[in-house]
């Protein structure tokens, strides 16, 4: 067992060490290219060599707690006074010396130079997120040898995407807590300077895609008289002003402009089988109760086997949440693969709204069915009541009815049932003297929002 001077003469031997090779770098450019490519790979591998140390040294200060001074908060506050880096530095340094001992053979790797810190990076965010089961099955011998054989193969980016997939296949839940985490911290500030409209603003992963959906789609690209960042900042005007002319089809049919996603179709069908041999309907007295929260939702209708999730264009994990929006107000499409995972045929869409249909349900409904909301039919997307994926409800007047963006995601997220109002809609019926009011109930038969006719009282009594 080495002594804590052992210690650290040892790393003063490494410093001196590292202070001559820097000295020696200043006539690198003399070397040869071989020489200079050996060099570089010998400091890739010391540099994981000194993550590992790092990483046991961090371990050891929060067991013994020696580190954290008065005005400390924690150990991240105090490795951050330690080090002068920050607290966002040092969070990663301790997050990472976290999954590196519970992933040993992970920890190895990245002391032998074969696994990148990069990768261990990526992996140390997607452990944190983890909920206890992903967690405990991303520290299995099994799962870290497989882990590491990744790393050694894959790109940054798809070792990341590819870690997320299995903490999603594992454990839906930390998806579903993430993306609330992401949606609760949304903004956007709009200020107006002598120099022009500054635009600040963060979405959540899903919004993000949407909105880079949209400006591709408006087919501005670089060229020599504007760059990237300029061409993207004109495709939003040119979104915004489509949408503001009444040219925007997208609105107009009901469709949003959504980034497109893929998951296997037994996967979709096992997903919403789950969800409805979950679902236990309790009938209670008819009063309002705290809402369930979204993990707590995703917890009770998670499906009992595990599935590959849902991902957008770029990787991305879509939460379960989500995919239910969009199978509730999107396009599905088809696409055969044979055995090497190559597309062999692209079937029709299926199961929209029509444009006739939208303007009934419009007329009927004349903005968001929740009871209180005020948003205008316009801005407002149609929800099939009897879910199209989970509950093989059917597309027609009777089954739809508006939300607006904001209540659509909440009708999903916790899993509500709605009930309509009055008498069946029907075509003939033309325009009604009010519209239709709604009821909105969690899967134990609770109420979550119920209509009272006065707007004011329900929106005090659901927020």
């Known amino acids: 067992m080495p002594t804590t001077a052992g210690g650290a003469g040892a790393a003063a031997s490494l410093t001196s060490a590292a202070r001559a090779l820097a000295a020696a770098c200043t006539r690198c450019a003399d070397w040869t290219a071989a020489d200079r490519a050996a060099a570089l790979r010998e400091l890739e591998r010391a540099s994981g060599a000194l993550a590992m140390a790092r990483s046991r040294l961090l371990v050891a200060e929060r067991d013994e707690g020696t580190a954290i001074r008065p005005g400390d908060r924690d150990l991240v506050a105090a490795r951050a006074r330690q080090a002068r880096t920050g607290l966002g530095e040092a969070r990663r340094e301790i997050r990472l010396a976290d999954a590196l001992e519970a992933m040993p053979a992970v920890e190895q790797a990245v002391g032998d130079g074969r696994l990148p810190l990069a990768h261990a990076d990526a992996l140390a965010r997607a452990n944190a997120r983890a ?3 992903a967690q405990r099955r991303l520290a299995e011998p099994e799962t870290q040898a497989e882990l590491v054989r990744m790393a050694e193969r894959l790109p940054l980016r798809d070792f990341a995407a590819a870690t997320d997939r299995m903490v999603a296949r594992w454990d839906p839940t930390s998806v579903e807590r993430d993306h609330a985490a992401q949606r609760a911290a949304r903004f956007l500030i709009l200020t107006q300077r002598p120099d022009g409209t500054h635009v600040r603003g963060r979405l959540d992963r899903v919004a993000g895609a949407a909105l880079r959906a949209a400006l591709d789609g408006m087919g501005i690209a670089p060229d020599a008289e504007r760059s990237k960042e300029q061409a993207d900042a004109d495709a939003l005007v040119a979104a915004v002003e489509r949408g503001t002319s009444g040219t925007a089809g997208v609105r107009r049919t009901g469709r949003p402009a959504e980034p497109s996603a893929a998951q296997a179709w037994d996967d979709v069908q096992r997903d919403a089988d789950s969800r409805v041999s979950g679902r236990s309907v309790r009938p209670t007295v008819c009063v309002l109760v705290p809402a369930e929260t979204v993990a707590e939702v995703a917890a009770r209708r998670a ?4 599935t590959e999730p849902a991902l957008l264009d770029d990787g991305t994990v879509l939460p379960m949440s989500e995919l239910g929006r969009f199978l509730c107000d999107s396009e599905i499409g088809r696409l055969v693969l044979d055995a090497d995972s190559t597309p062999l045929d692209a079937g029709r869409t299926e199961r929209l709204f029509t444009a006739a249909q939208r303007r009934a349900i419009i007329v009927r409904d004349r903005g968001c069915g929740w009871n209180g909301c005020d948003v205008p039919a ?12 989970r509950d093989r409800g059917p597309t027609d007047l009777e089954n739809g009815v508006l939300l607006c963006s904001h209540h659509h995601h909440t009708v999903h997220a916790h899993d509500l049932a709605i009930t309509r109002l009055g008498p069946p809609a029907r075509p003939g019926d033309g325009v009604w003297a009010e519209p239709r ?3 909105f109930r969690d899967p134990y038969g609770r109420a979550f929002s119920v209509p009272t006719g006065d707007p004011v009282a329900d929106l005090e009594r659901t927020g």
Not at 378 to 388: D, F, L, N, P, T
């Open 303 to 306: 499906p009992t086997a595990e």
């Open 131 to 133: 909920g206890e089961n």
């Open 378 to 389: 316009a801005y407002c997307e149609i929800h099939h009541i009897r879910w199209w994926d």
């Open 437 to 439: 009011r709604y009821e």
